[in-house]
């Protein structure tokens, strides 16, 4: 049966380290890589707007030799038919499938329904591909994961994938959330039991116990634009503007700075942060390819 990233708990520990491994050695010696994948073809379907997932595995499964096929959602049949056949013919065509889908259920159903492997490219819920990347340059900047990080924002989609992955690989994980939008049916009964995950609205005891603060949007991608979500909008700002990444927080420091992007400088996080020397936030974008394409090897059995 095709393995499914989905949330990215689907990995065990000594998986994630061997794609994290491996996602380093392919930036070390990309013509290593070249053609590993060839014959090789990836659907990337988009249901809503991407910058770097798109660019990570449409040009990381190129690197490999492989083929890709980008598809709107919206400009695709998915609009006027069952997932579920559509599902089924892409599979018969393709070898893995990456699908930024707005709903978990439907994540869960396009994998039910292919039988090739399904990443999940980032829904309501899990983010798993962007936290593979996260754990590479975790490793880069610390040589392991003997090391803390906190979370300092609204539990979302990265929040819950991140949750998974650092409790996986052993990094102490502290969450500064006020606000939750999305939280996993297991993730209580998995905070209670972590002795390495800690959850605390004192920003000071955050940045003091953490070599990592993460951060990352307070408004969904999909809910920038519209009108009628405006006062929650600015709700949610008014709540969370105690917790932004900025200098008076970080300056004189020893914290790296971490953020997936999109930034919105004003927002969750200032330019100081964004920009100073500590901030890893750069690697970390370029990261998503390397880390993709080490996914796409696991789940294409050439790992
Ligand atoms: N971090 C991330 O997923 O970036 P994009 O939304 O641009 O793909």
């Known amino acids: 049966m095709a393995k499914d990233i989905i949330t990215v708990n689907e990995l065990t520990k000594e998986e994630i380290i061997k794609i994290v491994n491996t996602a380093i050695d392919i930036k070390k010696n990309p013509v290593r890589y070249e053609n590993r994948l060839r014959g090789k073809a990836l659907l990337l379907l988009f249901q809503k707007s991407s910058t770097r997932t798109r ?37 018969d065509m393709v070898d893995a499938i990456l699908a930024r889908l707005i709903k978990n259920e439907d994540v869960c159903e396009l994998a039910r329904s292919a039988s090739v492997p399904v990443i999940n490219g980032c829904c309501d819920m899990y983010h798993p591909s962007q936290v593979l990347a996260d754990l590479m340059t975790v490793y880069e900047a610390s040589g392991g994961f003997d090391t803390s990080m906190a979370y300092i924002g609204i539990q979302n989609n990265v929040a819950n994938s991140l949750f998974y992955a650092c409790l996986k690989v052993g990094v102490k994980l502290i969450f500064v959330t006020p606000l939750k939008d999305r939280i996993p049916d297991d993730f209580e009964m998995r905070a209670k039991k972590s002795k390495i995950f800690k959850e605390t609205l004192n920003l000071e005891y955050a940045v003091l116990n953490s070599k990592f603060l993460y951060t990352d949007t307070w408004i969904n991608m999909e809910e920038y634009n519209r009108e009628d979500l405006s006062a929650e909008r600015d709700k949610k700002i008014k709540t969370m503007a105690a917790y932004q990444i900025n200098r008076r927080l970080i300056e004189n420091r020893n914290v790296r700075i971490m953020h997936d992007m999109p930034v919105h400088p004003g927002l969750e996080i200032d330019e100081y942060a964004i920009n100073c020397g500590m901030s890893v936030i750069f690697q970390q974008a370029e990261n998503r390819m390397y880390a993709g394409q080490a996914l796409l090897l696991y789940l294409l059995d050439t790992l």
């Open 55 to 91: 660019i990570a595995f449409e040009l990381g499964m190129k690197k490999l030799g492989g083929t890709t096929i980008v598809m709107d959602w919206g400009k695709s049949n998915f609009a006027i038919s069952p997932l579920r056949y559509e599902a089924r013919y892409i599979a």
